[in-house]
């Protein structure tokens, strides 16, 4: 195989910053474009107890807690993590997580690929309303299916 993805060294406050009106803020560190599809790979800083609903996709997904205290649910298991904590949901596995306190993680995503679906959710979450059926849709585009709700609710 012969894949060409070049160096890249990306400082701190680097990287596309897409706010997501829910209260979580992706700065792209890298994304599957630049990857070859790779990975996406995020820096993800959260406000106190927002998270997204209970969802599955084709994609592993890896956390890396840095800061605040998290809930994080893997199927049917519910537990709560720490800075330092490492998380790997295999593709598939229904999963969601909340945060408790005001924080900041490491997401990755293999493949890569997910980021026009952050992209095409952010005018959902700025709407009066959030349109679950247009949330749904474009879900289920990204390969990416709601599986329940959030935790907490």
Same mark, same amino acid.
């Given at each position: 195989m012969n894949i060409n993805i070049s160096s890249l060294v990306l400082q701190?406050?680097?990287?596309?910053? &897409? *706010? @997501? +009106?829910?209260? @979580?803020?992706?700065? =792209? !560190?890298?994304? #599957?474009?630049?990857?070859?599809?790779?990975?996406?790979?995020? /820096?993800?800083? &959260?406000?106190?107890q927002v998270g997204p609903p209970e969802h599955a $996709? %084709? %994609? @592993? @997904?890896?956390?890396f807690i840095l800061e605040g205290t998290y809930q994080i649910k893997l199927a049917e298991s519910v537990s709560t993590v720490l800075p330092g904590t490492f998380i790997r949901i295999?593709? #598939?596995?229904? $999963? +969601? =997580?909340?945060?408790?306190t005001a924080g !900041?993680?490491? /997401?990755? *995503?293999?493949p890569g690929g997910l980021r026009g679906f952050f992209e095409g959710m952010r005018p959902l979450y700025l709407a009066p309303q959030l349109d679950m059926q247009a949330l749904i849709e474009l879900a289920s585009k990204y390969g990416l299916v709601v599986t329940g709700p959030p935790l907490g609710e």
């Open positions: 701190e406050n680097a990287g596309e910053t &897409t *706010f @997501e +009106a829910s209260g @979580e803020y992706w700065t =792209w !560190k890298a994304t #599957g474009e630049a990857t070859n599809g790779l990975y996406d790979y995020a /820096v993800v800083t &959260t406000l106190p $996709h %084709q %994609q @592993e @997904e890896l956390l295999p593709s #598939g596995v229904p $999963h +969601a =997580w909340r945060a408790l !900041k993680m490491l /997401v990755t *995503f293999l």
